[in-house]
């Protein structure tokens, strides 16, 4: 099955047409905390190795399939859009059915140049939120059990 792709409005219409939808961020604890869609969770699908390194977090399937129901509808973002599809592609293989990935993600999504090709969460004036609660990682993976 294709992973939808949506740009951060069309995201946000749709977590708003469909109130039992989750927003998944699959950025590292440090990027979530410095701001995320509001009503977002948080399971890094990379995590910082060392300074300016970032490895798979081998956790990741784990924790997302003891903590969000495989039917649920999941709209998965990061800071651009490339983690949050690679994190698609994952969760599809998890046996999850129904995934978004969101184009642009939470900063915005940049061509070869640096210039902006399609705004960010943030930068299209969407709800943004930096309390984290349990919505956080560390959160998630007690749920879990991890």
């Known amino acids: 099955m294709a992973i939808k792709q949506q740009i951060p409005p069309e995201a946000y219409a749709t977590l708003q047409a469909n109130p039992d939808a989750l927003y998944l961020d699959v950025r590292t604890e440090g990027e979530f905390a ?3 869609a509001a009503g977002a969770i948080n399971i890094p699908v990379m995590v ?3 300074p300016g390194q970032m490895q798979m977090n081998l956790d990741f399937v784990e924790v997302a399939e003891k903590v969000i129901p495989r039917a649920k509808k999941l709209v ?3 800071m651009a859009g490339g983690r949050s599809q690679r994190a698609c592609e994952m969760l599809e293989e998890a046996g999850f059915t129904d995934l978004t990935n969101v184009v ?8 070869a140049s640096g210039k902006v090709v399609v705004a960010g969460w943030k930068d299209a004036g969407l709800p943004v939120t ?14 879990a059990g991890v």
């Open 104 to 111: 642009g993600g939470f900063g915005g999504q940049r061509d």
């Open 34 to 36: 410095a701001g995320h």
């Open 48 to 50: 910082a190795k060392g």
């Open 130 to 143: 930096t309390e984290l609660g349990d919505a956080a990682y560390a959160a998630q993976r007690a749920k």
């Open 76 to 78: 998965v973002g990061c």
